[in-house]
């Protein structure tokens, strides 16, 4: 899995955006509050860490998919979610350490995080909770 997702970044991103080893890729952060970005393997799911705040798994269960089908198709939805962090399109809050989240910039989280959220951030840095 981790070889489609190293060549479909390849593919949209410019190889020095980003440092891979063998299971982890890793993108360095464009604002200091933020923090970079981290992909790693584990098992038959990527996990990406979005910056100090939360992070998103990511896999496929449809069973009538070959391996490389469902590697394609898991790789495809991680690319997806980077290119709406790195368009400044997704909204993050939160910590790792308390609990955190995202959402898409303009829209509204779910009622259940739309409290104490605190300040929130998109990739190029902070922004206010009404931006």
Known sequence: MFES???????????????ST????????????????????DGPELIVYLGNFTHAHFANYDESLSAEQ?????????ITLLEDVFADRIVLWGSH????????????????????????YVWSGPISSQG
């Open 97 to 120: 350490r308390g609990g955190g989240g995202y959402y898409m910039r303009g829209e509204q989280p779910s009622s259940f995080f739309a409290r104490n959220r605190g300040q929130e």
């Open 5 to 19: 997702l190293l060549r479909r970044l390849q593919e949209r991103f410019p190889q020095s955006a980003f440092a």
């Open 22 to 41: 063998p299971q982890t890729v890793t993108f360095p952060s464009a604002h200091p509050d933020v923090g970079g970005i981290e992909i790693v393997e």
């Open 70 to 78: 469902a590697a394609e198709s898991i790789s495809e939805n991680v």
